[in-house]
């Protein structure tokens, strides 16, 4: 009886920490970036057109942010220090793009005023084109709804995944300090 209960007991513990794993979502540390699409820009340079973001930042380190949804007040925060971090490393030719999923017309007004109200200097916010969607290759968990990858000479050095509501101060300042990792010193 005491096997029994010690068993299960393990059974739950050893469960808990599978469902604890972490949320894993886009290319992977090592990995090569998968490569082209076109997305709809809402800011920079391509306003109102849709370019290749990953062509722009060519082999030069980058920040890649896939997020689902518009109006997350800690996505915003994410991409505002990730701007800050951009102009500091100008020199460096810095990359940071934000795609996101869903509604062209409910995004872009949402995607414009935070722009404005983050007063972004370089990250561009795009919405995936439908006719050009992100491409399958890129395997976005459908679980995360922000995954962050940090990259240079089109090689992953950097990947956070998070569900909705996860991604916190902390996680910002972790992703914000893995901006090393990219940018040679």
């Keep these: 009886m005491i096997r029994n209960v010690l068993a299960a007991a393990v059974v739950v513990v050893l469960g808990g920490a599978v ?3 972490e949320l894993k979502s886009g290319p992977q540390v090592g990995a090569k970036v998968p490569g082209a699409f076109h997305p709809y ?3 920079g ?3 109102g057109k849709t370019a ?3 062509c722009k930042a060519g082999d030069s380190p980058a920040v890649m942010v896939f997020a689902r949804t518009g109006d997350d007040a800690m996505t915003h925060k994410l991409l505002k220090a990730l701007d800050a971090e951009t102009v500091k490393n100008a020199k460096a030719e810095m990359y940071t793009f934000g ?4 509604d062209k017309a409910a995004l ?3 995607l414009k005023e935070a722009a404005k109200k983050a007063d972004l200097k370089a990250v561009t916010l795009a919405i995936e084109d439908k006719e050009d969607p992100i491409p399958a290759k890129y395997n976005l968990s459908p679980e995360a709804d922000v995954t962050v ?4 000479d089109r090689v992953v050095k950097a990947n956070y995944s998070f569900a909705k ?4 101060d902390k996680d910002i300042s972790a992703i914000v300090q893995d901006v090393s990792k990219i940018v040679a010193k």
């Design 19 to 21: 469902v604890a794993a």
């Design 41 to 43: 820009n809402v800011n």
């Design 45 to 47: 340079e391509d306003a």
């Design 52 to 54: 290749c973001l990953y």
């Design 99 to 102: 795609i996101f999923q869903g």
């Design 108 to 110: 872009e007004p949402q």
């Design 149 to 152: 990858i940090l990259y240079t």
């Design 165 to 168: 509501g996860k991604l916190s």
